[in-house]
């Protein structure tokens, strides 16, 4: 009888793309995706625990799976995998003896193993249905892990150190995802200009891999994820400006707005070193969207060094800003050495604040974008209008002839601090000026 599988994702863009490559490798084995748990043979719960937050979600997740396990009215295997799971994994056995099997992120191995399931491909497994849950877009990590310990954050104990994927390895899944119809690739890693970093030489390094997938037939667009600022060299830079199919979006987390809070959070550079790469950006391509993510309420975080964040926002002007209030995460720098000292009030009133500038900047920006028009990739329908993006990435919902996977021409004819709104530009209005 066909086995049947459910996975549960929770945290970033790589989560997503691991979850994506296990489901391609139990889809070899005949397995078949399920939406209900309790229809499964095997659940996965892919799991985040960056921020607190989330990993009650994967804690909550579990208890009410083994509720219904307990209940007896579904007989599953459940396997945990992602960043819940360290290098040790007793506590967690003994804080959750229904789980059958404990994986790192990326160790697809022992999962197939656990599952008796002889898989030699050395985890090297892509999608062989078309289209997959991200549609005509996909997420491939091109390097893993992460050196920078920075004192917050849990990603290097959980995650192991930066190891860049061979670039022939990266260059055949990215034409073997546009074979099947896919049409935006989105380079991943924490620190994605560190991609090469580790190789002899330090080559081929990010814009040589984007050089190497860019004149593959039928890929229109380019990403890449996450920018670290110090990693950010002019020949990356360079390399968005000159290779036409790479979008000029970036996605590069500043933290903090306060060069003494960027100290305490290591995070190996200054507020001016940040305004220098912005400024390298613009310089080079003045459309460019920036986004960035911004933490409040660390450790010891004073009202004047909060105030530096806010400056910095209005400053620099972001399209978007991703923001989180600071938990302290069990084994890292500050957790063992720093007083998590700002109440909680307090950090949901900063994060309230951020998040006020952030929608009048972004709301700024995007209006500046009424009656133009946008090249959008076609990524689904919702209540009767088309959905996509633009190159700089900003969500569009259209009117008019379009199908998945199309780009399109929209005229903007309305817009918010979140998306866009619009008509495919052969059917929209002329503009009355
Ligand atoms: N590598 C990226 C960078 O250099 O910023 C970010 C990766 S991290 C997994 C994603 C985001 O989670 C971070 O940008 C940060 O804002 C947030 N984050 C990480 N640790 C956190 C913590 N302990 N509390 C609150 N937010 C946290
Ligand atoms: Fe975490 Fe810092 Fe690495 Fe980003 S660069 S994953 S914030 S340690």
């Known amino acids: 009888m066909t086995k049947r599988y459910h996975i ?6 790589m989560n997503v793309a691991d979850s994506l490559k296990l489901a391609a490798g139990l889809d070899r084995f005949g397995w078949q995706a399920v939406d209900a748990p ?12 960056v921020r607190e937050s989330a990993e009650h979600r994967a804690v909550s997740h579990l208890g009410r799976l083994a509720a219904m396990k ?17 290098p040790k994994d007793d506590e967690l056995r003994r804080r959750f003896p229904y789980v059958d099997h404990f994986a790192r992120p990326q160790a697809f191995d022992g999962i197939f193993e656990a599952l008796g399931l002889a898989d030699d491909s050395g985890g090297e497994f892509w999608p062989t249905a078309f289209p997959t849950p991200t549609g005509p877009t996909a997420y491939v990590p091109i390097i893993h892990g992460c050196d920078k310990f920075c004192t917050y954050c849990i990603v290097p104990y959980r995650r192991g150190r930066e190891q860049s994927r061979l670039l022939d390895e990266v260059v055949q899944e990215v034409a073997h995802l546009v074979h099947g119809g896919v049409r935006e690739v989105t380079l991943l890693g924490q620190t994605v200009e560190a991609y090469g970093l580790d190789f002899e030489d330090k080559r081929p390094d990010l814009g040589d891999l984007m050089a190497a997938i860019h004149d593959l037939p039928n890929l229109e667009r380019i ?3 996450t920018s670290y600022p110090k990693d950010m060299t002019s020949k990356i830079v360079e390399a968005v400006r000159d290779l036409p199919k790479v979008t ?11 060069d003494a809070v960027l100290q305490r959070m290591r995070r190996g550079y200054d507020t001016a070193l940040f305004h220098d790469r912005v400024n390298l950006i613009r310089s080079m391509m003045p459309e460019a969207s920036i986004t960035t993510d911004i933490i409040v309420g660390f450790c ?4 004047a060094e909060f105030d530096a964040t806010l400056r910095l926002l209005e400053e620099v002007r972001f399209d978007k800003v991703h923001v989180a209030a600071y938990s302290p995460r069990p084994g890292t720098i500050a957790a063992r050495r720093m007083q998590d000292d700002v109440p909680l009030e307090v950090k949901k009133q900063r994060l309230q604040a951020v998040e006020e500038v ?8 995007n209006a500046r974008l009424e009656g133009s028009d946008q090249e ?27 199908a998945i996977g199309d780009v399109v021409t929209v005229r903007i004819e309305k817009t918010t601090a979140w998306s866009l709104q619009g008509t495919t530009a052969d059917e929209a209005l002329p503009l009355v000026l």
Do not use: Y
């Open 8 to 13: 549960w994702t929770e945290g970033c863009q």
């Open 38 to 49: 309790e229809t499964a043979d095997l659940v996965v719960l892919n799991t985040c625990v």
């Open 70 to 86: 307990r209940k007896g009215n579904a007989d599953f295997r459940i396997v945990v995998m992602g960043c819940m799971v360290g």
């Open 223 to 225: 990403r890449f994820l």
């Open 248 to 258: 000029e979006f970036f996605n590069i987390p500043v933290q903090h707005g306060s």
């Open 300 to 303: 010891g975080e004073t009202e």
């Open 358 to 365: 952030e929608e009048r900047i972004s709301s700024a920006l």
């Open 376 to 402: 959008v990739l076609v990524e689904g329908r919702r209540d009767g209008r088309w959905f996509g993006r633009t190159r700089s990435n900003k969500l569009v919902h259209f009117a008019g002839e379009a």
